[in-house]
């Protein structure tokens, strides 16, 4: 059974803090991951996507990859209030497949 | 707004009555996706589409579920016989050759 796991919060931060929110996931075969924003009642918006090792950055956005430990991460630079949402943490093991993803971690940025 | 799109938005059906939900793709994505997702979890892949050929369908779909993509545009899912436990969104995500998955906004489904 391919899993992808997160800790599913709540994570709180102040407003301007760095907001670290990590993943892991079970199939070594996965070649993609992704990271979503979902709002409370929406459905999820893609903020990252990251498929070699390292770090990717977008914004205040990084994502950080490590195939051999198995692990995503990603980084919220200057938290804001409005960054406050699920994160879900998504993985894919073949081009174009489907989508296997964690619970989420519920973030709260506090003003 | 050229996103995907997902019709209807709220769905309220009883317990045994069939359900039929649509998905618009963005236009130039080939691959379509449906997932459902219930509160506190993340979506849970139900199957794929690359053009009109369905390719991957989940080994924990019931068989009251079905999907189809007839002409490689949009995409129906309709559930048979509806059950409490059903009651979920259903997100439909479109792709275009490669990794990248675009979310519509869900449609909610309650069984009462």
């Known amino acids: 059974q391919k899993e992808v796991e997160q800790n599913s919060g709540p994570l709180s931060v102040p407003e301007g803090a760095i907001a670290s929110l990590n993943c892991t996931y079970s199939?070594?075969?996965?070649?993609?991951f992704f990271w979503y924003r979902q709002y409370s009642g929406k459905s999820p918006e893609l903020i990252m996507s990251i498929y070699s090792n390292g770090d990717k950055e977008d914004g205040r956005f990084t994502a950080q990859l490590n195939k051999a430990s198995q692990y995503v991460s990603l980084l919220i630079r200057d938290s804001q209030p409005s960054d406050s949402a699920t994160y879900l943490c998504?993985?894919?093991?073949?081009?174009?497949?489907?989508?296997?993803f964690g619970q989420g971690t519920e973030l709260s940025v506090k003003p | 707004d050229t996103g995907v799109s997902q019709d209807p938005r709220h769905k309220i059906t009883k317990r045994g009555q069939n359900v039929t939900f649509r998905c618009d793709p963005i236009s130039e994505h080939n691959r379509l996706y449906w997932y459902r997702q219930t509160l506190g979890q993340g979506p849970e892949f139900l199957t794929y589409f690359q053009n009109e050929a369905q390719l991957e369908k989940s080994r924990l779909l019931s068989d009251r579920f079905s999907a189809e993509r007839p002409k490689g545009s949009f995409s129906t899912l309709e559930i048979q016989r509806t059950e409490q436990g059903d009651s979920a969104m259903y997100l439909c995500?479109?792709?275009?050759?490669?990794?990248?998955?675009?979310f519509g906004p869900g449609t909610r489904l309650t069984v009462t």
């Open positions: 199939d070594r075969g996965s070649q993609s």
């Open positions: 998504a993985a894919s093991y073949n081009q174009g497949g489907k989508l296997i």
């Open positions: 995500a479109s792709s275009p050759p490669g990794y990248e998955q675009y």
